[in-house]
């Protein structure tokens, strides 16, 4: 997908090509890594943006997302790396979100006589071979749960020959729709209250798949950092205390990133404590 660079706009990014470039300049005819070639220093680097983003300095991305009435489902963004939450944003601008349900049936059924993985592929064994499968989402068996069953947990007032107060409440937990996540065939189940055709998506992106991939200036040393690691780690050339010396200064540098990062404050704390303290006219 199309990427936004941000680098260009703030002193809060820096592109993954100057962290790679700066590190080159700093390198000595004696280092450990004098030798890395450009594509394993960008491996690496790409790893480490990579794993500094799923833990340190997460991307979260927000999309609207068209809903497939056909089978109700919701496909998932490319750089998809894990969901944050997935809802319905109302007029006044506020996400209200949906809640998850892992009973929602994704069930697909085999297409007999097609096979599904290529014969060109990398394992070229008719053993491995699957037959192609379509969604197959209807009921297996009737639905047993008629209106006459409800009457048993329904409150009655028998007051007003039991018109008056029929439903006490709905009960809590109530969400506008629900979803769930199938990786299976890449997409989001939605199951909604309403007559919704758009949702909003908010998830965790791989910024290592950007076209133009940045990183925090927070975290620009622990990348460095990584990058030198991973570049000592499995060469036998190189002592096990620099290695171990490596290793430490990463996740040394990890910590800070993550502390700098840490945006919850003492007035953050004491705003959600006092949220719970709520005050109502008596009578």
């Known amino acids: 997908m199309a990427y936004q660079d941000v680098s260009a706009s703030g002193m809060n990014y820096v592109p993954l090509s100057q962290v790679i470039n700066d590190f080159k300049i700093t390198r000595d005819i004696d280092d450990f890594a004098a030798n890395a070639s450009d594509a394993a220093l960008r491996n690496f680097a790409l790893r480490g943006i990579r794993e500094l983003g799923f833990d340190v300095v997460s ?96 409150f009655e007032n028998y007051m007003y020959n039991g018109s008056l107060g029929r439903l006490y409440g709905i009960g809590g937990g109530f969400k506008h729709g629900e979803y769930r996540i199938n990786l299976d065939q890449n997409r989001i189940e939605v199951d909604t209250n309403g007559s919704y055709s758009e949702v909003v998506l908010e998830y965790v992106a791989d910024e290592a798949r950007s076209t133009n991939p940045v990183i925090h200036v927070y975290a620009e040393e622990a990348l460095r950092s990584y990058i030198y690691y991973k570049l000592c780690e499995r060469k036998s050339t190189i002592p096990a205390n620099e290695k171990a010396r490596a290793r430490s200064e990463y996740y040394n540098e990890r910590r800070k990133a993550n502390r700098r990062l840490s945006n919850f404050s003492k007035d953050e704390a004491m705003r959600i404590t006092r949220k719970n303290f709520k005050l109502a006219p008596k009578y």
């Open 59 to 154: 991307r979260v991305k927000s999309l609207k997302l068209t809903i497939n009435k056909t089978n109700n489902t919701v496909a998932i963004p490319d750089d998809y790396v894990d969901m944050i939450k997935l809802g319905v944003v109302d007029s006044d601008g506020i996400l209200k979100i949906f809640g998850e349900n892992k009973h929602i049936n994704y069930s697909r059924e085999v297409i007999d006589g097609t096979i599904t993985d290529s014969p060109n592929g990398p394992l070229d064994i008719e053993g491995n071979f699957i037959l192609d499968r379509k969604d197959s989402k209807s009921a297996t068996a009737p639905d047993s749960n008629t209106a006459e069953d409800y009457d048993y947990y329904v």
